[in-house]
Structures are given as C-alpha cells and as structure tokens.
C-alpha cells in the first residue's frame, strides 16, 4: 500500500529513518504543551513578556525564516550545478552515465521542484515579515534560536531524504501535480489571509480586534489551515515518509494552537461570536 505513495516505506537511511519517528513525536509533545497552556513565547502568547533578551518581532522571524531560504537555494544550486557540469562532462566524453536519462528519474525532477517549492515558501514568509505583517511586541531570544533551529533542520533534512531516494523504486500513484495545486492554493491563501490581518491595525497601533474577511468569518486561524494545505502539497510533491512526517507535525502543531488562539479571543472578546470555529470551518 505504502508503495503506491512513497518512494519507498522504508528509506535506505537510518539516521532519516530515527529522524520521520523524532518529528512525529515531537508534533505530539508540541501540539500537547500547546494544550496544556505551554506556547511557544511570540505574537499574542508573548504578551506582556519581559523574560529574557527580547527580540523585535520582525528581527526574530527574519532569523526564524532567511536561514531556511538561503538552505533551500543552497541545494538548489548544488543540484543544477551537478545537472550542469554532468551534461558538459557527458558531451565531452568523460561520463559514461547518460544524464538526460537520470534528470528524466522520478526523483532528479521531484528535488529541483521541491527545493524550488521550499525556497518560495521562506521568500515568501520574508517578504510578508518586511512588507506585510504588522508586528506589536518582541520574541524571546532562546524562541528565536529554537524556531530558526527547526525550521532550516527540517528544510535541510526534507530535501536529503528526497535526494537520497533517487535511484529508488517511484511510487505508482503520482500524487506531484496534485502537490503542485495544493502548494499554490495554500500559500496564495495564507499570504492573503496575512494581508488582512495586516489591514487590522493602523502604522503605529499594536492593539488586538477580532479579525473579519476571507476565512475568518468561519474560523480564527485560517492562515494556519493554508499552511496545513501548503504542507500538504510539499508532502506530495516529495513523495517521501519524511515529507508526510514533517506535513504529520506542521498539521498536529497549528491544530493545537488554533484551539487555544480561539481560547484567547473568547477570553479577550465579549460576545465572540460562538459559531466562528479554531481551523476548520464548521468543523473544528
Ligand atoms: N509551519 C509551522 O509549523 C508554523 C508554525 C507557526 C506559524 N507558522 C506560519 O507563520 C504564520 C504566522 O503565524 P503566527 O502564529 O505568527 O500568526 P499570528 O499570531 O496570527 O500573527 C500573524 C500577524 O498578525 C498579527 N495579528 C494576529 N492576530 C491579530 C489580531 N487579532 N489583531 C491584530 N493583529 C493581529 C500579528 O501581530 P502580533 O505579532 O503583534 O501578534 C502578526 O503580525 C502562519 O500563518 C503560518 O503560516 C507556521
């Protein structure tokens, strides 16, 4: 069954394969504190927060986000360079390996769409943190170093599990063009949601108000649901347990904190309107 889908339900390497089971738990554990009233300190569970070297919002999410881009681009590069030099070294004779054939495998192709998918998805976070969103507090020093942490050691580790699976059996159920849609439709929906909670405070106000447009007359957090989405389809694109594992985490982590950003806002706002859900309209 797994075969349809996967690569391969067992990738060939250890370490990635210890690491699918450490991001799976660690989605349960984070997703749980979240619950449990243990967030991580930024946006509106750093309120009122003066523990620790405190961060400019904006400062801190360049330094969640830039290193995961400059990682994605980095193997980027690396990949086409190869690609490159490859073709040169096969028109000269030097390279028996016919490089067309092996650019034409399942997973040469799946990388270079991948790690372009990757990249945009950080641009695009650095982009909205310099031109959209409207920050009003800090981020703790050590959030900072966690959050940047995880988000380039899950990017480097996402696009090394999708390079190790060349040369793998590909998986008889293509679901890329599927990943490529949901990937678009997720980060378009996201970054639209972000521009209208940017429209919420004028230059200057760091005050909360109850969002409205789009999604959010459903739910709290629709931005996190087109992340979800997002994820999903870098999950396909890649094919990869480690890419469903990653989609397992990013999914357990914003479901948790959408339950208690809803939380927030019924404590926050009188007469929160009791229909308005946490992620899912309708649902949940
Ligand atoms: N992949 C992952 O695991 C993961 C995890 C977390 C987040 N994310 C991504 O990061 C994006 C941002 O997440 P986030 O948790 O920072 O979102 P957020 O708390 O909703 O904040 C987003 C922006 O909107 C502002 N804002 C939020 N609620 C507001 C309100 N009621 N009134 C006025 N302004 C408001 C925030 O200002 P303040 O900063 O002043 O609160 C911030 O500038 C998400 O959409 C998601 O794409 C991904």
């Not at 969103?133 to 020093?141: K, V």
């Not at 959030?143 to 590909?170: D, H, K, P, R, W």
Request: aromatic share 16%; net charge positive.
């Amino acid at each position: 069954m797994a075969s349809q889908f996967l690569f391969e339900s067992t990738t060939p390497s250890l370490y990635i394969q210890v690491l699918e089971k450490v991001v799976l738990v660690s989605g349960i554990v984070m997703g749980f504190m979240e619950l449990k009233g243990i967030h991580l300190k930024y946006s509106k569970f750093n309120q009122g927060s003066s523990s620790g070297v405190q961060l400019s919002s904006r400062t801190a999410m360049l330094i969640f986000y830039l290193p995961s881009f400059l990682i994605a681009v980095f193997f980027l590069f690396c990949k086409l360079l190869w690609v490159n030099a490859s073709i040169l070294l096969e028109k000269l004779g030097l390279l028996q390996i016919s490089i067309s054939l092996q650019l034409h495998q399942d997973a040469g192709l799946r990388f270079i769409i991948l790690a372009t998918a990757v990249a945009l998805h950080f641009l695009k976070r650095v982009f909205e943190v310099l031109f959209i969103h409207q920050y009003s507090g800090g981020i703790t020093m050590s959030t900072t170093v966690i959050v940047s942490f995880l988000y380039s050691f899950s990017s480097a580790n996402l696009l090394y599990a999708m390079q190790i699976s060349e040369g793998l059996t590909s998986p008889s159920v293509d679901l890329m063009p599927l990943g490529l849609v949901l990937f678009v439709v997720g980060i378009s929906g996201n970054l639209y949601h972000h521009y209208l909670l940017s429209g919420l405070r004028k230059k200057g106000e760091k005050g909360y108000v109850l969002p409205k447009g789009g999604l959010f007359e459903f739910v709290v957090c629709p931005h996190y649901l087109f992340e979800i989405i997002g994820f999903l389809g870098i999950a396909f694109i890649s094919q990869t347990a480690f890419g469903f594992c990653q989609f397992s985490f990013v999914f357990l982590y914003l479901l948790a904190r959408s339950l208690s950003t809803r939380e927030w806002y019924v404590k926050k706002f009188e007469g929160f309107p009791s229909h308005r859900k946490a992620l899912v309209p309708f649902i949940i």
